[in-house]
């Protein structure tokens, strides 16, 4: 991680930790498990939780949340689960090349899937972090030892994105059984869409909820009427857009769909993530022959010499073919402005003068020159949606029409946001993935709550 030394925030108030840390959770905990089950069981749902494992389920998203909500389910018997990503199969996300902690919120889950040793194989182990490599500017190294906090802290794994997704993705067959369907990977119970751009969601005149997708290889539509449609799509998520802006819902029922914003003196940062070898040479100390390489599963941080200063900071990751590392700063910095490979490897040489007569060995020409031309990404503020699902038919499509009290209460779907659908947090504070893990587990607490009403 690069960050920016020496530039005073002034976006804002920092919230306070309760509130930026444990609010959406606390949401997902008492508002999803109180009022998803009282809706599945006791509002009219006109099949029990059993029947309705047989009935399709839509994933919007096949991120950690929403790969992790696909198994889950499966876990607990749902039957038919599609899950929609836009994304190509192995298409590597450049700009979300960054590394996750998976902490135990998260390990709540992976262990729920038994997938926890996989995880643990693909990552390094907090208890192994006990100290930093520092490389200062005029080439000399310090090694810092970093203090342990809480000896009997459960172990936490540190682990890049793409390899938590492939844990996540490789269970796919192992609880769904063998086999590959077109236009995405399937299984008795999973299938995987991938290259599928979600276009609509309709509910027409009998109050039937359909999804609408289109396979961008071929063009072909994909069309599910989901007794549970679940959105994993993300902050600028479509399901909760459409819950917002398009659904059937009274208006005043719509406004809770608004995510609520959160102050946050790191909202606005811009970001964009430099792709460098996983082992590279150290400058020679005093006494030294040759130089040293870098370890990959060891953390440093690299000090910068501008104005104001960047720190390189790489985490430590398992071995790999590549390391990555998130250039952070305000838009007005200098590195913005480097929009050309070769001001961009003037700028590297310049910033970091203990690499320049090695930063061919440090990161490549090629990774210099797309990360010169590609876009920024920016810190959102924290936020949530107060509401986290919608039941269909709503009041408002029943109450026009000429039914016994009892027909105008039954519920045929259910829509339901999680992960950053349903609350984001700014990167800097490191809690989006395990708490996306965690609503998975207050999902499958609210259905089981729901199967004891029958």
């Known amino acids: ?60 998203g096949a991120g950690p949340t929403g790969l992790a909500a696909a198994l889950a389910l499966r876990k607990e018997g749902f039957t038919d689960i599609s899950v929609l990503e836009k994304r190509n199969e192995g298409e590597v996300e ?135 449609l679940l959105g994993c799509d993300g902050l ?29 003196d790191a909202a606005g940062l811009f970001y964009r993530i430099l792709t460098i070898s996983p082992s590279f040479p150290l400058p020679v100390q005093e006494g030294e022959k040759e130089s040293r390489m870098t370890d990959c599963e060891s953390a440093y941080a690299i000090r910068g010499a501008g104005t104001p200063p960047l720190s390189l900071g790489l985490l430590p990751l398992k071995q790999s073919d590549r390391r990555t590392a998130n250039i952070i700063c305000w838009p007005s910095h200098p590195i913005w402005k480097a929009n050309t490979p070769e001001k961009m490897t003037a700028f590297l040489k310049k910033e970091f003068p203990q690499l320049a007569d090695r930063m061919d060995s440090f990161v490549s020409p090629q990774e210099v020159s797309r990360f010169a031309r590609a876009p920024c990404g920016q810190f959102p503020s924290p936020q949530y949606s107060s509401a986290l699902f919608a039941s269909f038919p709503t009041q408002r499509s029943t109450r026009s029409r000429k039914l016994p009290p009892s027909s105008r209460q039954q519920i045929r779907s259910v829509v339901a946001l999680a992960g950053d659908s349903a609350h984001a947090f700014s990167p800097d504070l490191g809690q989006g993935v395990n708490s996306g893990l965690e609503d998975v587990c207050a999902l499958v607490g609210c259905l089981r709550e729901a199967e004891k009403g029958g």
């Open 236 to 264: 600028n998520s479509q399901v909760r857009k459409w819950l917002n802006e398009e659904s059937s819902l009274e208006d005043s029922e719509k406004k809770k769909f608004r995510m609520t914003k959160l102050p946050s």
């Open 1 to 60: 991680m690069i960050r920016q030394n020496g530039e005073k925030h002034t976006k804002g108030a920092a919230p306070r930790p309760w509130r930026s840390l444990f609010m959406p959770s606390f949401f997902w905990l008492l508002g999803l498990l109180s009022l998803f089950s009282r809706t599945m069981e006791a509002a009219g749902f006109p099949l029990t939780i059993s029947e309705t494992k047989r009935k399709p389920v839509v994933i919007v």
């Open 94 to 228: 450049s700009e979300r090349a960054y590394a996750y902690l998976i902490d135990g919120r998260g390990q709540r889950l992976t262990n729920f899937l038994g997938l926890t040793n996989d995880l643990a194989s693909l990552s390094v182990s907090s208890r192994k972090f006990q100290s930093l490599t520092e490389i200062r500017t005029d080439g000399t190294v310090n090694v810092v030892q970093l203090p342990v906090l809480d000896p009997k802290a459960i172990e936490k794994f540190w682990l890049p994105r793409a390899a938590f997704l492939r844990v996540l993705q490789s269970a796919v067959p192992r609880v769904s059984g063998d086999g590959q369907g077109e236009g995405g990977v399937e299984g008795e119970g999973i299938r995987i869409e991938w290259g599928t751009q979600l276009e609509a969601i309709r509910v027409d005149e009998q109050d039937t909820l359909t999804v609408i997708a289109r396979r961008e290889a071929d063009g072909s539509t994909v069309e599910v009427q989901p007794a549970l």
